[in-house]
């Protein structure tokens, strides 16, 4: 097999990094096709920890190849800054990292406008990150965005920045109450300074991954965020801006569907979410509490505490199906260690009624009630276990129980953060 995904199930943080970073052993290509500078990727390795917000975690791997596809939105700046914290750790991007001419660029009217709109929605705001992503695709949608191909046009960017500039002033002003004033030349010089620093690295990603791929490379699709942060078939409207689904990747990285031949999922053996929006199994109590200690539930990306519950694995159902997933890896499973027994979602009450569907609407959403299944916790530790063998009879039946309720193996179990923290039960290639 020469091509494979993994996509988050949840709302994001599944610990997607380090999945990624083990299965780019065996890739040639690794591969973001969406999102910006809003995720964040965790990857630790011999206690050193990596935290990267655009560059895939298989660039971590000296021989690796890292790609950003045209579906992403991306913030120069940031991407320099992550090109240079990589050099200084011993990691050379030369040769092995290409960006997309096509992906569109991050401006700073683009932060502006997150900001503006957060602040104009008050209570009701969706808890953005404010990196400014969601402005970038609207103008991407809207057909004024700025790609990184017009930047090799000096005059052609000068014209098309001169109009967003005077664009964006006005929506501030009058639509957000929100005045601002930019400084083209200060904006214009910044870019073309960025751009010439990363000038190198960018190609046109479409042709090369189809190439590669129909050559026999191995590439791996590294989704961000999650399917249930997915602006179509998310939780709308607290979601990104992005297809963060399996949904995304043949648009983002510029391949026919038929070219993607397996898809993972990963879940966490319980669920976060960061920012608002509803969140039916989240525990407002001392166990969510436990949860957020135990699991260092804190965004790599904002600093931000995360909200903590027990497993929906009602949502992890219906991700599954949406990706159609061949399997589902579950991480964290060590953070369970302490709980004496474990609640699993397996379905949804909405107005006294058992609902078989995942609501689609959040205002449904926020209106179920979980209902559970209670497991025995296995109450020992399972951090550094490596073999399937060595897990506690506990664990094994709740690893069985998520196998039995959504229908496909988990062929890799997650017990601890660092590389080999991690029980490989089959090979996902």
């Known amino acids: 097999m020469a091509t494979l995904a993994i996509v988050g199930t949840q709302w994001g943080d599944e610990g997607k990094g380090k999945i990624v970073d083990i299965l780019s052993l065996e890739a040639d290509y690794i591969v973001r096709f969406q999102g910006g500078n809003n995720a964040g990727h965790t990857v630790v390795i011999n206690g050193n920890k990596y935290i990267l917000h655009l560059l895939p975690s298989g660039i971590l791997h000296d021989d690796k190849k890292c790609v950003l596809g045209n579906g992403m939105v991306i913030d120069l700046e940031g991407l320099l800054n992550e090109i240079e914290f990589i050099k200084r750790v011993g990691k050379s991007p030369e040769g092995r990292l290409f960006v997309s001419e096509r992906a569109h660029v991050i401006f700073p009217y683009h932060k502006e406008l997150d900001a503006a709109s957060e602040k104009l929605k008050g209570d009701g705001s969706i808890g953005t990150t404010l990196k400014g992503i969601g402005p970038a695709y609207k103008d991407k949608a809207g057909r004024v965005g700025i790609r990184i191909s017009d930047l090799k046009n000096e005059e052609s960017f000068k014209e098309k920045l001169k109009w967003n500039l005077r664009e964006k002033e006005l929506t501030l002003k009058y639509v957000y109450n929100y005045p601002v004033s930019f400084d083209f030349d200060r904006i214009y010089s910044t870019t073309m300074r960025l751009y010439e620093k990363i000038e190198e690295f960018v190609c046109d990603t479409v042709s090369l991954l189809n190439r590669e791929i129909d050559s026999g490379r191995r590439v791996l699709f590294e989704g961000a965020q999650a399917t249930l942060l997915d602006i179509d078939v998310g939780t709308y409207p607290f979601v990104t801006s992005s297809n963060s689904s399996a949904l995304g990747i043949s648009a983002g990285a510029g391949v026919s569907p038929k070219k993607v031949e397996k898809i993972y999922g990963i879940a966490k053996a319980y669920t976060t979410r960061v920012g608002g929006g509803p969140f039916p199994t989240e525990l407002k109590d001392s166990l969510g509490e436990l949860l957020r200690a135990r699991g260092h539930e804190y965004g790599s990306t904002t600093g931000r505490p995360r909200r903590c519950g027990w497993l929906d694995l009602f949502a992890v159902k219906f991700s599954t199906m949406v990706n159609h997933l061949d399997g589902v890896v579950i991480t964290k499973l060590d953070v369970l260690d302490a709980f004496d ?25 926020s209106r179920v009630r979980p209902i559970y299944q209670t497991l025995p916790g296995w109450k020992t530790e399972t951090t550094h276990i490596k073999k399937w063998e060595e897990l506690p009879k506990e664990a094994k039946n709740f690893i069985r129980f998520i196998e039995d309720y959504l229908g496909v193996p988990v062929p890799i179990i997650s017990t601890g953060p660092q590389r080999d923290e991690t029980i490989l039960r089959s090979s996902l290639w």
């Open 341 to 365: 027994e474990i609640k699993v979602c397996v379905g949804y009450e909405l107005d006294g009624e058992v609902i078989e569907r995942f609501p689609s609407t959040a205002e449904e959403l």
